[in-house]
């Protein structure tokens, strides 16, 4: 069983960055695809940010020119730079991954969540 366990969320005033690291527990394989999926109070698990082997990625439009993600391929690791940070943006992010490609509507693996409070 692959676990992934994230890092680096926290309290950030509007118009600051964080950065959310991801490292899965085998480097046995290569992950194809990891990314960053959050949800917000009261609504549905949304995708932010997913990104393939190849580098390929996917944004979610509401993220777009703000966050970037990217990744270790060699050690199973996957990062997500947020800047611009807007109270909209407050969420439980979760790390995910799996062999599917990008677009799938679900994958293999899912961290435990790490909160991203916007508040001022």
């Known amino acids: 069983q692959v676990r992934l366990v994230e890092s680096g969320g926290g309290l950030v005033q509007p118009g600051g960055s964080l950065r959310l690291s991801c490292a899965a527990s085998?480097?046995?394989?290569?992950?194809?695809?990891m990314g960053w999926y959050r949800q917000p109070p009261g609504a549905q698990r949304e995708l932010v940010a997913a990104i393939a082997l190849g580098g390929s990625t996917n944004y979610a439009d509401t993220v777009k020119g703000r966050f970037t993600i990217s990744r270790d391929g060699a050690k199973n690791t996957v990062y997500l730079q947020m800047n611009s940070l807007k109270p909209e943006d407050t969420a439980v992010y979760y790390c995910?991954?799996?062999?599917?490609?990008?677009?799938?509507?679900?994958?293999?693996?899912w961290g435990q969540g790490t909160q991203v409070t916007v508040s001022s």
């Open positions: 995910m991954g799996g062999a599917q490609p990008l677009g799938a509507k679900e994958y293999n693996y």
């Open positions: 085998t480097n046995r394989f290569k992950i194809n695809v």
